[in-house]
């Protein structure tokens, strides 16, 4: 799969809630490995995993890879939302 495939690509959690888009990935550049997946979080994820939008535009954050169950027409995560709260980092 090529980055451009994965870019833009809705993410879902495992209770099929929508988190938002894949805006960049990160890579080991040792292994050549995706380690994690930026995503623009949408408004209402946001307030589910209780961050608060910037002042300059959406709210950023670091997925690690190992969270996601499948990439298809969307990515899907082994995790629910209460379970994503607690392993994201806010970028800033």
Not at 40 to 60: E, F, T
């Amino acid at each position: 799969m090529k980055y451009g495939d994965i870019e833009g690509k809705e993410v879902i959690g495992k209770e099929a809630r929508k988190l938002g888009k894949v805006c960049e990935i990160e890579l080991d550049t040792k292994d050549w490995k995706v380690t994690d997946f930026c995503l623009n979080v949408d408004q209402d994820a946001a307030v589910d995993l209780g961050l608060s939008k910037s002042r300059l535009g959406s709210v950023k954050v670091l997925l690690p890879a190992s969270m996601i169950h499948a990439i298809s027409d969307r990515i899907i995560l082994k995790e629910t939302i209460d379970e994503v709260k607690k392993k994201l980092k806010l970028l800033p």
